[in-house]
């Protein structure tokens, strides 16, 4: 099997999104240079560059003395292992390849500080991202522990947040999720990069995002838009969403950036036994073994 192309020695990407925000990287004159302009204020405003610098500021000066003591990338999951005893999980993206995502960094993860691997959601490969989200929803839950106050959670439940008569768009295929969802209303789309066997609903190809969203009632997004950095563009075609919902274990415990962007409810994993969900992803297991053994749903919910 191919594996997607990289230099052979590729070092950690630690300044790479430094460089480009800075405008290092193909800089010139004239009308180049308003088009880089352009791209770092859009990337000013995106998601990930604003979660990984509220995280590192809450954080500080903390994070600096917290090392990656473990990273896994099994086919369903990514789990990292902190030194504090923080383990958090974000979905692998193999779909978003096309050959093997080798990563040319292999074996560097490994006792390197937090806020380094935590720079990699800032990346444009979608398993570095991956990487650096599962080290950010770690992180989340230290921040849980350390700053409770900050982070009221809710015992709503998604189905709690669709009525009989909403139409429902969700981006992503949550299975076990689509019969409960058809129980309340009929009126669901699914939109989704991957072919599905046998959906029980109308499911649609992901570019058709730009027709459904804007008049469906309710979004469900899948956390793992995240990684593939599609989350700011389907958000923007919200339109007048009552609700709109960040859903998946990849979903980081920090809900703060998600509201102030319009999410209503972010819904996510918390890990309980960091050690038990290694082995987990190691060994394949998806959303339900995480939960069975060494992890728990949490959901914030947006004030009206």
């Known amino acids: 099997m191919p594996e997607t192309e990289y230099p052979e020695k590729r070092k950690f990407p630690e ?10 990287k193909g800089i010139g004159k004239g ?6 302009k352009g791209e770092r204020k859009k990337e000013e405003t995106e998601i990930l560059p604003t ?8 954080l500080d000066p903390a994070l600096k003395d917290v090392e990656v003591k473990d990273v896994r990338i099994g086919l369903a999951y990514i789990g990292v292992l902190l030194s504090e005893n923080y383990g958090g999980v974000a979905c692998t993206p193999l779909y978003e390849f096309s050959g093997c995502p080798a990563l040319g960094f292999a074996g560097s993860l490994k006792g390197k500080t937090a806020d380094k691997v935590l720079e990699l959601a800032l990346s444009k490969n979608p398993l570095e991202a991956a990487v650096g989200i599962a080290t950010a929803n770690a992180l989340s839950h230290m921040l849980l522990d350390t700053k409770p106050e900050k982070f009221l959670t809710s015992n709503v ?19 076990p999720l689509v019969p409960k969802i ?21 499911t649609l190809p992901s570019e058709k995002a730009r027709e459904v969203l804007p008049v469906s009632d309710v979004i469900i997004l899948s956390a793992s838009t995240l990684a593939n950095r ?18 998946g274990p ?20 918390r890990i309980f036994d960091p050690m038990t969900m290694l082995t987990i992803v190691s060994e394949a297991g998806g959303t339900k073994k995480l939960h069975k053994y060494c992890g728990e749903k949490v959901a914030f919910k947006k004030n009206k």
């Open 51 to 58: 979660l990984v610098n509220a995280l590192k500021n809450d």
């Open 250 to 269: 990849s979903s980081p415990l920090y809900p703060a950036p998600f509201f102030e962007r319009g999410i209503t409810a972010v819904m996510g994993t």
């Open 157 to 175: 439940d998604i189905l709690d947040l669709i009525k009989p008569e909403d139409r429902v768009a969700m981006v992503g295929y949550f299975g």
């Open 182 to 202: 058809l129980k309340i209303t009929e009126k669901l789309t699914i939109l989704e990069k991957r072919e599905i066997e046998s959906p029980k609903t109308l």
């Open 230 to 247: 599609t989350f700011d563009e389907l958000l923007s075609l919200g339109g007048a969403a009552r609700e709109v919902v960040l859903l």
């Open 31 to 36: 009308k180049t240079g308003e088009v880089n």
């Open 15 to 24: 300044n790479e999104e430094k460089k480009e925000k800075n405008g290092l």
